[in-house]
Each structure stands twice: as structure tokens, then as C-alpha cells.
């Protein structure tokens, strides 16, 4: 994995202008068929694996929220871009020993799931940046190797995230178990939506959908599609 200034040559490969391009007119077409309004979904570029250039090329497009998995990955990243109109998500597993990074580091977290953690995150936000934003993770497919809360324990988890005072609950996020399938993979998403409907009126963001099905993600209401090889090309992992 590079990340360093030595891989910034700047080369006229795919996973620049173009992909951004074409990703956005995707999406705009994929919310005029659901007849939804193209403004209403968010571009997050998954950047995990992904060079600084990359990075770099897009954001003078005006690509300005980015998604990392991990944090030792994306604290250098952060640091060497310090434009402060970047917008930085977290979206791995949480773990104990990182979370005060993440408080003072992103903007968002779309992968809450224990209690405990987002007290912590609570607890380390710094008082001088607005409330973090969160979103809580749905383990949809009662996967082991996955993170998310499984739904029987939504309920609570939704009740103690809006009682903390440095998160701002946004809405939910959820990874299905991949599909080449879209009836399989829009069934998937309209589980999670209904599942997450009894808390409409606390939540703006349903954050779901990747390279490979994000289109059916906006047919069942995403709002933030989180997008990383169809945007950049494959990761160095
Ligand atoms: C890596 C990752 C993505 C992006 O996946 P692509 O297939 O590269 O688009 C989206 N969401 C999460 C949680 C991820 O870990």
C-alpha cells in the first residue's frame, strides 16, 4: 500500500476526471429511474488502498468526501491534505484504541455499533467541532465476519446513540453479503430499509451501496453510496 508523495505522478489513467464523471452521470440516472432528485444522493469515493494522487485528482473535481477503513491508513492521508473542505467518513470496524482518533480526525462514522464505542466517541469529540455525525451499522445478513448491531438490538442501540450529547445520529449503514443479482440485491436493501423505517423521523442518511450495487441501493432510497473500485480502479491491499 503507497501512500506516499513518490506514487503522485500524476498519469492520464482511468480512475480520474472520467470515472468521477461517469460515476456521477450513473448515479443521476439511477435516481431518475427510482424519480428521485440526483442532488439527493451523496458521492462518498472509498479511498482505503488508494494513493494520495488518487486522491488528489479527484478532489480537484470537486470530490470532497472520502471514506477510509482504517485509521493508521488515513491519518497520514488526512494530514497530507489538509484542505479543510475535505470531508473524511470513517467506515471499518471500530475499535477501542482508535476511536479518539477518529473523534478528532472525520467528520462522520457510518460504522457504530456497540454502545461502549460511541460513548467513547462522545466522550473524545473536541468541544471546538460540531457534533459528530454517525450512522449505525446493520449487520443484515447475521454475518460473523462482519460489523453491525443485528436488528433485535436496534432499538436500544438508536435510543443510547441519540442520548449522547457529541454524536448526531444521521441514520444507518449496511454492507449486504455481495450479489450479481439486482432482484437479490435491491431485496436485500429494501430489508434494511424497512427495518430502519420506525425511526424515520430521526434520520436523513441511509448509507448503502458500493461499486457493485449502488444503483439498486438508490432504487430502495440510499442516500450516501459509498464507492471505491469503480471510482479509482482495484486496491492496492
Ligand atoms: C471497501 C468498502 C466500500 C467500497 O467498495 P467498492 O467495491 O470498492 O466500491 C464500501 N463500503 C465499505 C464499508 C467498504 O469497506
Partial sequence: MQTGESSDV???????????????TRIAEAAQRAGRLPNSIALLAVSKGQTLGSIRRI??????AFGENYVQEALPKIAALPNLRLEWHFIGRLQANKTR???????WVHSVDRLKLAERLSAQRPSELPA???????NLNAEATKGGIEPGALS????????????????????????S?????????????????????????????????????????????????????????
Avoid at 500524476?10 to 456521477?24: F, H, I, N, V
Avoid at 459528530?132 to 446493520?138: D, K, R, S, T, Y
Avoid at 427495518?195 to 444503483?215: A, I, W
Fill in 101 to 107: 482518533d477518529i473523534a478528532e480526525q472525520f467528520s
Fill in 156 to 179: 436500544e442501540l438508536v435510543s443510547g446513540v441519540r442520548a449522547l450529547p457529541r454524536l448526531r445520529l444521521r441514520g444507518f449503514m449496511a454492507l449486504p453479503t455481495p450479489s
Fill in 10 to 24: 500524476e498519469t492520464p489513467t482511468a480512475g480520474g476526471y472520467q470515472a468521477l464523471s461517469e460515476m456521477r
Fill in 132 to 138: 459528530l455525525n454517525c450512522c449505525i451499522e446493520i
Fill in 59 to 64: 478532489v480537484a473535481h470537486g470530490q470532497l
Fill in 181 to 237: 443479482d439486482p432482484t437479490v440485491q435491491r431485496a436485500s436493501f429494501r430489508i434494511f430499509r424497512e427495518m430502519v423505517t420506525p425511526y424515520v423521523s430521526t434520520f436523513d442518511t441511509l448509507s448503502m451501496g458500493t461499486s457493485t450495487d449502488f444503483e439498486a441501493a438508490i432504487a430502495e432510497g440510499a442516500t450516501i453510496v459509498r464507492i471505491g473500485t469503480a471510482l479509482f480502479g482495484a486496491r492496492a491491499e
